[in-house]
Structures are given as C-alpha cells and as structure tokens.
C-alpha cells in the first residue's frame, strides 16, 4: 500500500508533492471512457524555471521563487506576521470567530472529505481533501504562534514552516472552489471552506500574493477601467447597442434596453462577461422586463457594469471598494432596488457580505434576480408556450446563490412551470456540487490550470449532468440551465473539452433565456443547438 | 502508529500515579481532599475563558450553512428549521444539531455501481457517535446520586431505565454497554482508515484512551471488584458541601478512576473536547439567515468619521459650481 501524504510533508521539499497517474481520476462513462487514461502532464520544466509550481501538476498563482535563503526567510516572517494579524480583532474582524473555533475544536472525525468533489474525483489525493489546508494552518498557527506551541507539537501535531510551506499553501489554496458542501455536513459547524478563504486573504493582503486573474486582471482592472474583462464604458454602450438590434434578429422581437435611465425602479447589474460571451442573457432580460413593464435600468458608468466582485474569493478590502463602487453608482441613479443578474457570487458579495459596508444612502435594497424572476413568471402578465422548450432540461444550483444564501425554489417553480422536461441531478439544491469553476477557477487559465479544472474539479458535474441524461438518446439536444456566469464559463469548458457537444447533443444557457424561448410573442427561438433552432 | 504507542502510555501512567498515591494516607486525603477543588476550578476557568474568548470575536456576518430554502416570498415554501429565519428556527436547527447530530447524518458516499455513480447515506459515524454522546450523558446524570441527597428523583429513574433489562447483580446498565461500544468504534476508526490515522494527533487518541480508562475502572468498580458505596457518598458528599471528610483507604481501583477523571476534567478546557461549548457558538450553525430581509449594522468597527457626498456637495456647492463640476442639487 502507497503511503498517504501527511500535512507535514507540505514542508519537504520536493519536484512535486502530489502527481495524479494515468485512470487514477474518476472514471467516465461511456462514451467518454477515452478520457479515462487522460492526466495532467507535468509542466515543461522552462514553463516552470522560475516559478513555484512543487504543489502538484498544476499551477494557480505562479509564485516567483525567492533568490536566496535571506529573501525566504524575509517572506516567512512575513507570512508569520501576517498570520498573527490574522487573528486579531482589529485587523480582521469579518471572520475571526469561525476561524477561532476551527483552530481550536475540530474534532478531526473525517467527515468533510467525503462531501469535497475536488477530493473524491482527483482519486482521492490527500492534499485536496478539506482538512489538509485547514491542519497545514492549525498546525503552523499552535506551533508559532500559540505559547509552548514548539514543545507541545509534538503532541499536537508537528509541521516545519519554511518557504516551501508557504508557497504550497498558498497553491494549495486554489485548488478549493469555496463551495462550501463540506460545511454543511461537519457535526460541529467548523466551515473548512471559510478557512480556506482566510488563507487566501493571508496571502493576498498580506503578503500581495494571489493569481493575476484575480487581483491584477481582477478586482484593479474593475476599478481602474471599469470592467474585469477590460471593456470601458464606450466599448460597453456599443455592446449594449449591439446587443438591442441582435436581439431583433434572434427573436423577431424589438427590445429597447435603457442604460442611465434615472429614477427607474431597478439597476440590474450583470456579470460582464454576459455581455461579452452570452449576450442573449443580456438581451432576454431585457425583454422578459419588457414585456413586464418594469421601470428598470441598466448603468454605463465604470464599475457599473460589471456586476462581478471578485474580491469576495480572496481580499475583504477589494471586495469593499467594488460593492462600494456599485452602491454609489445604484444611489446617483436613484434607483429603487439593486437585481444581480445571472451571477453567483455577485449574489453573495452585494447583498450578504456588502451589507455592514453601505451606511446612509448607500444602503439600497439587493435582489437576487431569480426572486424577481419568479415574481415577473408568476405574476400571469405574460403568457407561456411551455411546448416551445420541449427538450431535456436539468438545472445546475450555483453554490454562492443555493448554498451560501438558501435561494432554492424560485428558479426551480419557474422551471417546473416553463420546461416541460425539466429534471433534477442527483444531488441537487442545498446539496449541489460545484461546477468546478467556483471562487474565480472559472476564469484562471494560467499554465494548465484549466486542464486541471477540466479534469478534476470540474469532473463531478460533468458526472452529474449525464447523469441526469442518461436516459435520453445521443441525438436529443440536452439544454444545462446554469442561471451563473462563472458557472456556465466551467460548464461551457466541460462541453469543450470532453466533446460533449458532439458526444451528447450537450447545451448550456441561463435561465433566463429558456423563459424568453417560452415566451409567447416571439417569431423565432432564443435558444438554438448549433444551427438548429429549439422550435419553429 | 508511533502517536498511538506514544498515547498509551498515558494508561500506566496514570496507572501508577493512582498506585503511589494509595501507598501513602497523605496522598490519599490530597487527592481526595484537595485535588478536586483544584480540578474543578481548572474546568470552570479553563472553559470559561475560552467561551468568553469566542463569544467575544465578532460575527459581523450572517453566514450560516444554508441547507433549505430560505424565508422567501409568502407562496415560497420555505425551510424554517433548515434554513432558519428567526430565534425559533435557529433554537429548532440547535436542538436537532445537539440532540440528533443532525449535520452528521448529512453525510454521504459515492459509489460506482454498474457504471453509475449511486449516492447513498454514510450513517455509521451517526450512529455510534450518539450511541457515544448520548450514553456519557446519562453515565454523568447516574453519577449524581453521588453528589445529592436526597437523591435526585429523576436521577433513579434515568438508572432504573437504563438498567431495565435486569441483567446480573448489579444490573448491568445499557449506557455502559453502548459507551464501550461508541468508544471502540470511534477508536477503531481512527486506527483503522488510513486517512484518518494520519490525521490523528496524539492528543486525539488521548482523549479516547482516558475517557476508555474512566469507563472501564468504573465497570471493574460496579462488577467485579466492589468498593463500599457508603464510603463513597460521604466523600463525595462532603465534597459537594466544601467539607471534604477523610475516607480511609476506599481501593485502589478507585483511585484510578479517580484520577483518570480528574485528569481528563483539567484537560478539558485545552482540548478539543471543547466543542462541547464550541458547537453551541458556530455561526455556520446559530446565526438566522437575514442576510436580506434585515440590515445588519456592525458593532465591531471602530468608530469612524464620515463624510458623505451630500455633505461634501453642501459644504463646496458654490466652489464645485464656480469650479464648473456637476453637483446634484442645484
């Protein structure tokens, strides 16, 4: 039997910790048992030279590898000082208790392994397992920092800090999508995820570590241009434009979209990826408010169009100064209420987290978009062709939306009511696995970290939804309705990757544009499987 | 496996502290006399100070594990004791976390079968867990006909039950059995799977070895090797009413388990045994999820001076203008 990797190997240093071999992955089924031999392959080693890449097959953050052995230990006092400040009510007040209470009385009964997708579909490497991160952290946190913690480790649990440790545990650190799952199922309540998300926040305001996708792509680029993706506001209104006269193409149906409209009843934000990639999303928002009457609005303005906040993955204090962003863009509108758009985390950012930022005026009312969706449905003012979708449809819970906030029902009483052929995946709701792309995977590309997600984060959704398929022949067009941007960006990936398109007749949208494709009143269908359409 | 060795020596250890002591009278009357005062304030203090600790970290977020619907529109059926809205619910989800373990039986496996993933529930860990929990509570509540008098009424009604069966003279108690059988299953697990040995410290099995040291002591003591029960009252009377009596010599094999409790007592507070209190204070557990029907105001943020657009509009409305920068209001 192979010996398991221990929390305390993370501190010797090796060419690479943990390396899955060739059918170690969870098996496919057919018609993908292809892919069953397929692995990550080692990274060329001048991709690597100058990097920290000794975690495993992959690498998230690309570490620059300190020059010497004075600049290391300069990084680890660092990182111990950082660590401190961790703990402490000034400098981290967000999440100090759940941290606490972790360090202190996990009762090590192993249960959360069995709850981590990431864990179970790697072949069950031990150092994706829930409690490695967190033990690697427990044990650093006795040993420095806790009083005797030298002599009693021992007793509670050795690990040398050094270099190597760190920079594993900060790669380490993103190869855990925040979903959350394991949390519900640990009899005491300790939330490995949270802790995960605490180391994440070590390394980046503390020591500026985190992947570029994240941080320099990421949350500056949103404050600095205007959007994640790049685009500035006069790109944004062009696309905007683009996007009302597409959608008089697509549907048949004139829709005006309003941006800076002043006074309307709601701004709906949007991930801006939406715009980019799926601008039907936009589009059949726009006509679902429509054909509703609902004063709303969309904002131009910088920041204001771009619904994501990526900071609530890794920096409580980028996180700030984009929902800040967003609430003061909301308060000059004057709008009535704030809906996220189809985006999970924006979800969770602007009106869980957000909320003991906006004082005063800046306090205005957030709405999931799945709510309002389902008040818009529901309401009988528009008239439903369910027919139209009679395809298989299954629906994918994004973790920051169903798990994080408890928004179960209302996209699922939409969908019973507009797709016929609406499905489940085992297990849905509360107890959905993450696509894989969850806390920012989605986007991070870097070396071959979107092989890595393809193939072992993001694998147990895959498994899922054909699963909930496998009934249907090869040539019906299946719709995966995942009403998140993230999540349709790793479900799209998946499609790619494992030639699910061609293999599977496999499709993905939000939910938003199967209501639009039932809607009475369009002359074509929204939704189309390649060039065919879905009706007509 | 050395953790493990390393571990049980904390028996013969304990062992033969417990030995010493009964070879000498003095030792005696301390570890009877004193020992347990010390113990006892180590357990309050020691627990104290670490709730108080947590209690007073701050929570300024509302992020419970959220594992139903949560309080929605009217005609949403919501989850309310899955995903609590208010004090009731949150009481409700405790009560069940408390009493039934209620995230535990979450659990899950996966297995491939014929191809196909089959999930199916991993309960065992349930089981023998409360088996565990649910016995040392009534092994504590038996244990007060030691400490009141007149006993307790219930207290002989948790023993008759518990001993209903009728099994031999004494009666063999229910709890006892299901208390050896928890812990040894909870050892054997730990022994047994790979991943969780080595995730075990040497402190887990610790805490295992001397809570299987106090029960076996007590079973030997109530089975086999009896000890004057009357001697026992008193001290532990006298004990309760701060005015400790000297016993005699009661037996070595009480001296044992005594010490193994007192030991496992003072340790407590240090161990992770303290998610005793530790689960009550989990926000993932014991927070309402209001993220969005209430407004959370922070009570942990320093206090800081603010001042907002409006008042900075107020304040240079004439320079902005004079300036030609836009204002909001004219």
């Not at chain 1, 913690?149 to 270099?163: E, H, P, Q």
């Not at chain 1, 928002?285 to 910088?302: C, D, K, P, R, Y």
């Not at chain 2, 979450?106 to 089981?127: C, E």
Request: with cysteine; aromatic share 10%.
């Amino acid at each position: 039997m192979k010996t398991l990797l221990k929390p305390s190997d993370i501190a010797n240093a090796s060419e690479c910790l943990c390396h899955i071999e060739s059918g170690e992955l969870s098996p496919l089924p057919s018609p993908y048992e292809d892919f069953n031999q397929t692995t990550l392959l080692p990274l060329k080693p001048e991709k690597t030279k100058n990097i920290e890449s000794s975690l495993d097959d992959t690498v998230a953050i690309g570490l620059p590898r300190p020059a010497g052995i004075e600049e290391e230990e300069a990084l680890v006092a660092q990182f111990l000082s950082g660590l401190k400040r961790l703990f402490e009510k000034k400098n981290n007040w967000t999440f100090l208790q759940p941290l606490m209470l972790s360090m202190e009385h996990c009762a090590r009964c192993h249960t959360c392994s069995d709850a981590c997708p990431v864990y179970e579909m790697s072949g069950r490497k031990e150092i994706y397992r829930p409690i490695f991160r967190s033990e690697v952290l427990r044990r650093i946190y006795r040993k420095y920092l806790k009083p005797g913690g030298k002599i009693t480790a021992r007793l509670t649990g050795d690990i040398d800090l050094n270099w190597t440790t760190i920079a594993r545990l900060a790669e380490l650190s993103y190869r855990c999508t925040l979903c959350r799952r394991c949390a519900t199922v640990c009899p005491i309540g300790v939330d490995n995820g949270l802790i995960n998300h605490e180391i994440r926040k070590l390394f980046s305001q503390e020591m500026g570590i985190a992947p570029k996708e994240l941080h320099e792509k990421g949350t500056v680029q949103h404050l600095r241009v205007g959007s994640t993706t790049g685009m500035k506001p006069p790109a944004a209104r062009d696309s905007m434009e683009f996007i009302q006269e597409e959608m008089e193409e697509i549907t048949g149906y004139k829709v005006d979209i309003p941006w800076d409209v002043k006074g309307a009843d709601i701004l709906l934000i949007h991930n801006a990826g939406e715009i980019l990639s799926w601008p039907e999303n936009v589009g059949a928002f726009a006509i679902i408010f429509q054909v509703a009457g609902i004063s709303w609005t969309l904002s131009s303005e910088e920041v204001g169009y771009d619904g994501v906040n990526y900071g609530l993955w890794y920096d409580d204090v980028q996180l700030a100064r984009v929902a800040i962003r967003h609430a003061e863009i909301a308060r000059r509108l004057r709008v009535k209420k704030i809906v996220v758009g189809e985006c999970g985390h924006a979800h969770k950012a602007l009106t869980v987290i957000a909320d003991r930022l906006l004082s005063g005026s800046l306090n205005i009312p957030r709405e999931s978009a799945m709510v309002t969706l389902e008040n818009i449905v529901m309401s009988g003012k528009l008239k439903f062709d369910p027919g139209k979708n009679n395809f298989p449809v299954t629906l994918h819970d994004p973790c920051n939306v169903v798990r994080a906030m408890g928004i179960v029902e209302p996209q699922r009483r939409i969908l019973r009511k507009i797709a016929p052929q609406f499905r489940e995946m085992t297990p849905h709701g509360v107890e959905n696995y993450c696509c894989g792309g969850g806390s920012g995977f989605a986007i991070m590309s870097g070396y071959n970290f979107a092989e890595w997600r393809n193939l072992v984060s993001s694998r147990k959704k895959f498994l899922q939804i054909l699963e909930a398929f496998r009934d249907e022949p090869r040539e019906v067009p299946k719709y995966v309705c995942a009403p998140c941007s993230n999540c349709k960006g790793a479900i799209r990936d998946i499609i790619d990757y494992y030639h699910a398109g061609e293999r599977s007749n496999l499709y993905y949208g939000g939910l938003v544009e199967l209501v639009v494709n039932a809607l009475d009143g369009m002359k074509k269908p929204i939704v189309r499987f390649g060039d065919k359409p879905s009706w007509g | 496996m050395t953790k493990f060795l390393i571990s049980v020596t904390v028996i013969p250890i304990v062992i033969l502290l417990a030995l010493g002591i009964s070879m000498s009278p003095a030792m005696i009357s301390i570890l009877t006399g004193v020992i347990p005062y010390v113990v006892f304030v180590i357990l309050l203090a020691g627990f104290a100070y670490r709730i108080v600790i947590w209690g007073k970290a701050p929570v300024p977020f509302r992020i419970p594990t959220t594992c139903g619907q949560e309080k929605s529109l009217p005609w949403i059926k919501a989850n309310p004791v899955e995903n609590p809205a208010g004090p009731p619910g949150v009481l409700g989800r405790m009560a069940q976390e408390i009493f039934l373990f209620r995230s535990l039986f979450r659990n899950t496996s996966v297995k491939i079968i014929g191809g196909r993933p089959v999930y199916d529930g991993a309960k065992w860990l349930w089981l023998f867990g409360l088996m565990f929990h649910f016995s040392l509570l009534i092994v504590a509540i038996r244990h007060l006909r030691f400490f009141t008098e007149p006993v307790t009424p219930c207290v002989g009604m948790v023993s008759a039950l518990d001993g209903f069966l009728e099994i031999g003279v004494p009666t063999l108690y229910l709890s006892d059995i299901a208390l050896l059988a928890g812990l040894t299953f909870l050892f054997l697990r730990r022994v047994i799977i790979p991943q969780l040995r080595y995730i075990s410290l040497v402190t887990d099995y610790v805490v295992l070895l001397l809570i299987a040291g106090v029960a076996v002591t007590g079973l030997l003591m109530r089975h086999f090797f009896p000890v004057d029960l009357n001697a026992l009252k008193t001290m532990a009377m006298g004990w309760v009413t701060f005015a400790p009596v000297a016993s005699g010599n009661i037996s070595v094999i009480f001296y044992i388990h005594l010490c193994f409790v007192f030991i496992l007592m003072a340790w407590l507070p240090f161990s992770k045994l303290m998610h005793m209190g530790g689960v009550f204070m989990s926000p993932a557990r014991n927070l309402a999820n209001t993220s969005r029907m209430k407004r959370h105001i922070n009570p942990w943020n320093a206090p800081v001076k603010v001042h907002t657009y409006v008042e900075y509009e107020d304040e240079f409305r004439d320079k902005m203008k004079a300036a030609g920068l836009p204002v909001e209001k004219e």
